[in-house]
């Protein structure tokens, strides 16, 4: 069974930095492209970033040059690095897990992580 935990959302004040870990298990992380999702209240869930099994990333222009998304294959773990963080950002974040090559679309979701920015 595969099983995608996020971790590392809190609150953080704007221009601060944040984290997010997804942990997964019950597949092998180098046969998956993966990908982060965010959904704020009210609004619909928009693609954050992506990870191909192949290392390739795609980034939304909203969070280019701010957000970094890598992946651990030995703990079969990837991680969304967000750093300039504003409150536009504020939002539930999921990790989601493709097939191999590009990410597509989402075979598994996380249960989301919150991730709120003061101003």
């Known amino acids: 069974q595969v099983r995608l935990v996020e971790s590392g959302g809190g609150l953080v004040q704007a221009g601060g930095s944040l984290r997010l870990s997804c942990a997964v298990s019950?597949?092998?992380?180098?046969?998956?492209?993966m990908g982060w999702y965010r959904q704020a209240p009210g609004k619909q869930r928009e693609l954050v970033a992506t990870?191909?099994?192949?290392?390739?990333?795609y980034y939304a222009d909203s969070v280019k040059g701010r957000f970094t998304l890598s992946r651990d294959n030995a703990k079969n773990t990837v991680y969304l690095q967000m750093n300039s963080l504003k409150p536009e950002d504020t939002a539930v974040y999921y990790c989601?897990?493709?097939?191999?090559?590009?990410?597509?679309?989402?075979?598994?979701w996380g249960q989301g992580t919150q991730v709120t920015v003061s101003s």
């Open positions: 990870i191909s099994s192949d290392d390739s990333t």
């Open positions: 019950g597949t092998i992380l180098t046969s998956r492209s």
């Open positions: 989601s897990a493709g097939g191999l090559g590009a990410f597509r679309k989402s075979d598994y």
